[in-house]
C-alpha cells in the first residue's frame, strides 16, 4: 500500500516536471527567432570611445608696444577653446572591411566634428577612405592631438593647417624588410585664401571648383619601428571662385620626426615636426586705405619635444611619472597684417594614472615679435605670456 | 593650349605615381626576423609610438577588433602588424 502510493506521488512529480507543449508559446519564440534573424547582428559592431580633458590655466601676458610703455593682464580661467574638449568616437565596423568613425567635438566654445568619414580595407595594404578627415600632413594632428597622448597641455601654435577637410584618401602601411613604409594620400576640397593673405580651412562649402592633393610618406628605417620619418607636401588652388585671387595657390611641405625607445629605466620619447606653406605672390588691400600692397606670403612652423619616462623604475609613483619640454616656433609673414616672429618654450610634468589618463602640470613662456604692416592696420609691439596649466585627460 | 598642356601632364604624373606605387606594393616583402616577431613584441613597438601601451583588458573581443582597423588607420600599421596585435590583445 505504502509502496503503491509513493510510486503515484513519484509517478505525478516527474509528469509535473517534464514540459508542457504551449502552441501559443511556440510560436512566438518562433517571431522573435525570426526577428533577430533579420537583423543579421553578427556582421555589426558598435562601440564608443573618445575623450574628455578638462583644465586650468593662469596667464599672465606683458605687451610692450614699440616705443611705448608695458601693460600687463593677469587672467585665470577653468577651462577654454585649449585646455577643455569632450569628444566621443563612435565606431562601427561592418565584417571586418567597413570601418565608420564619426567624432563630434565639443571645445567650449562651439560644437563641431572631427572625423566623419567611412573606410574601406580593400586589399593588404591598401585602406581606401572618403569623407570628412584630418589630412595626412605631418604627425601632430592626426595622431598626437589628443589631451590623453599630448605630453604637455597646449597644442603647439602653427601646426593646425591644413587641418580637416571633405574628401577621399588611400592610405596604407607595408613592410620593406627589415624596414617599413607608409603612404596616406588624398584628394579634398582644399584651403581658403582670406583677404588679410591667410590661409584657412574652408569648411563645410567648398570655395572653388579645384581640388588639393595632400600626402605624406614615412618610412621607419629600424626593425623595431622606434624611428619613423615622415615628408608630408599639399598643393592646390585657395582662391574663392569669382575673387581677386583667381591664381592664387599654395603649397605646403613638411618633414616630421620620431623616436621612442626605452633605455632601462628611462623611456625616451622625441616628437618633431617642421611645416612651411607657401602661398603665391598677390596683392591684396589694405583696409586702412583700400590701396594695394604685397608681401612675401611665407609661414613657417616647427616644434621640437622630448620627454622622459622611468618606465620600469620599482618605484610606482616614479615610474607613473613624466618629464616633458617642448620648443615652438611660428614665424608669419613679415609686413602682412599678421606678421610676427613666435617662440614659445613648455616644461611639463605629467602623472599617468593608468595607460590613457593623466594629470599635466604645465609652464608655458611665450614671445611673440610683430613683425606687422602697420600702415596698413596691423598691431606693432612685443608680448611676451607665461602660463601654468593644470590639466586632466581621459580616454574613455 | 598652355592649361591643356600642364593638364595633361599631371594626369601623367598622377598615372606614373600611381604606377610606382603599385609596383612598390607588390615588391614590399617582410624579412624573417620581421615576420617572425610576436604579437605582445608588435604591441609594445608599435602602440608606444603614439600612446601608451594599452591594457588587454580595457575592450572587449569585439571591440579590439575594431580598435584595431581604426589604429591600422591612424599609424599605417601593416595588416600583419594589426592582425597579430589583436590577435595578442583578445587572447
Known amino acids: 500500500m505504502v509502496f503503491t502510493l509513493g510510486f503515484s506521488i513519484s509517478a505525478n512529480i516527474v509528469k509535473a516536471q517534464q514540459p508542457s507543449v504551449d502552441s501559443a508559446l511556440m510560436d512566438r519564440v518562433s517571431t522573435l527567432e525570426q526577428q533577430i534573424a533579420d537583423q543579421k547582428p553578427g556582421e555589426s559592431h558598435f562601440m564608443v570611445v573618445g575623450l574628455a580633458t578638462f583644465g586650468f590655466v593662469q596667464s599672465k601676458t606683458t605687451y610692450t608696444p614699440f616705443g611705448g610703455p608695458s601693460q600687463s593682464v593677469k587672467t585665470n580661467s577653468l577651462g577654454d577653446a585649449d585646455r577643455y574638449e569632450l569628444s566621443p568616437m563612435l565606431l562601427w565596423r561592418h565584417g571586418t572591411k567597413f570601418l565608420v568613425e564619426f567624432e563630434p ?10 572625423w566623419a568619414n567611412i573606410t574601406y580595407f580593400a586589399a593588404p595594404g591598401l585602406a581606401i577612405h572618403a569623407g570628412y578627415f584630418v589630412l595626412p600632413f605631418g604627425i601632430y594632428n592626426k595622431r598626437l592631438a589628443a589631451g590623453w597622448i599630448d605630453k604637455v597641455a597646449s597644442d603647439p601654435v602653427g601646426v593646425d593647417l591644413p587641418g580637416t577637410d571633405f574628401g577621399i584618401g588611400v592610405s596604407g602601411g607595408m613592410p620593406l624588410g627589415n624596414m617599413k613604409w607608409s603612404y596616406d594620400l588624398s584628394l579634398t576640397n ?23 592633393v595632400t600626402g605624406r610618406f614615412a618610412l621607419l628605417p629600424f626593425s623595431n619601428s622606434s624611428l619613423e620619418i615622415g615628408l608630408s607636401g599639399l598643393y592646390g588652388c585657395v582662391a574663392d571662385a569669382g575673387s581677386n585671387y583667381n591664381n592664387a595657390k599654395t603649397t605646403m611641405y613638411g618633414l616630421d620626426l620620431s623616436y621612442v625607445k626605452t633605455f632601462k629605466p628611462i623611456l625616451i620619447n622625441l616628437k618633431g615636426q617642421y611645416s612651411r606653406i607657401n602661398v603665391n605672390g598677390q596683392n591684396y588691400i589694405k583696409p586702412t586705405d583700400s590701396s594695394a600692397y604685397t608681401f612675401d606670403n611665407k609661414t613657417t612652423s616647427a616644434f621640437a619635444q622630448i620627454s ?88 574613455f | ?85 589583436v590577435a595578442f590583445l583578445t587572447q
Not at chain 1, 567635438?105 to 572631427?114: H, I, P, R, T
Not at chain 2, 604624373?13 to 616577431?37: D, H, P, Q, W, Y
Request: contains cysteine; charged residues 20%.
Open chain 1, 308 to 395: 622622459i619616462r622611468p618606465v620600469t623604475a620599482g618605484n610606482k609613483i616614479l615610474k607613473n611619472l613624466e618629464l616633458a619640454f617642448r620648443y615652438v616656433n611660428f614665424t608669419t609673414p613679415g609686413n602682412s597684417l599678421w606678421g610676427q616672429n613666435y617662440d614659445e618654450e613648455d616644461i611639463g610634468l605629467d602623472y599617468w594614472l593608468t595607460w590613457r589618463t593623466v594629470i599635466k602640470f604645465t609652464y608655458a613662456k611665450t614671445h611673440s615679435f610683430s613683425t606687422a604692416n602697420v600702415s596698413a592696420g596691423g598691431v606693432g609691439g612685443v608680448t611676451d605670456t607665461s602660463n601654468i596649466y593644470l590639466q586632466f585627460s581621459i580616454q
Open chain 2, 1 to 85: 593650349m598652355k592649361t591643356f598642356n600642364s593638364r595633361k601632364m599631371s594626369w601623367v604624373m598622377i598615372f606614373g605615381l600611381g604606377t610606382l606605387l603599385v609596383s612598390i606594393m607588390n615588391s614590399c616583402v617582410e624579412s624573417k626576423k620581421v615576420a617572425a616577431k610576436s604579437g605582445p613584441q608588435l604591441w609594445a613597438e608599435n602602440c608606444q609610438r603614439c600612446h601608451n601601451t594599452p591594457s588587454p583588458n580595457s575592450f572587449s573581443h569585439e571591440q579590439w577588433v575594431t580598435i584595431g582597423m581604426h589604429m591600422q588607420t591612424r599609424a599605417q600599421l601593416t595588416d600583419k602588424e594589426r592582425d597579430k596585435i
Open chain 1, 105 to 114: 567635438s565639443f571645445d567650449g566654445n562651439s560644437l563641431g566634428v572631427n
Open chain 1, 190 to 212: 582644399g584651403l581658403q585664401l582670406l583677404p588679410d593673405g591667410e590661409i584657412q580651412n574652408a569648411g563645410i562649402v567648398d570655395n572653388n571648383r579645384n581640388k588639393t
